[in-house]
């Protein structure tokens, strides 16, 4: 399974960026997926995730900002980022599990400044 994510970039606080996610390779139909997010000197934490089914988890500081979406068709996870806030800026890593095996993207930079 290959993840590669696209969208990040630099944006000025109160903006707004999307990030999209598309899987490849041999991936089961049933599969949870999200982002995760990694600041420098800090540990890599759940931002937001979403089942084959639709339900969605967020964490407490995103909830209300940013909406986690899919396209089951197309292998495709989107985050859409709003209300963008210094303290977002991190790397943003794919993430997908299935058959309990976990894959990552490679990341893409975030940074959110005036």
């Known amino acids: 399974v290959q993840l590669q994510a696209s969208g990040g970039g630099l944006v000025q606080p109160e903006g707004s960026l999307m990030l999209s996610c598309t899987a490849s390779g041999n991936i089961f139909s049933i599969y949870v997926t999200g982002w995760y997010r990694q600041a420098p000197g800090q540990q890599r934490d759940m931002v937001a995730t979403i089942t084959s089914g639709g339900s969605t988890n967020y964490a407490d500081s995103v909830k209300g900002r940013f909406t986690i979406s899919r396209d089951n068709a197309q292998n495709t996870v989107y985050l859409q980022m709003n209300s963008l806030k210094p303290e977002d800026t991190a790397v943003y890593y794919c993430?997908?599990?299935?058959?309990?095996?976990?894959?990552w993207g490679r990341g893409t930079q975030v940074t959110v400044s005036s």
């Open positions: 993430w997908l599990r299935t058959r309990g095996y976990d894959y």
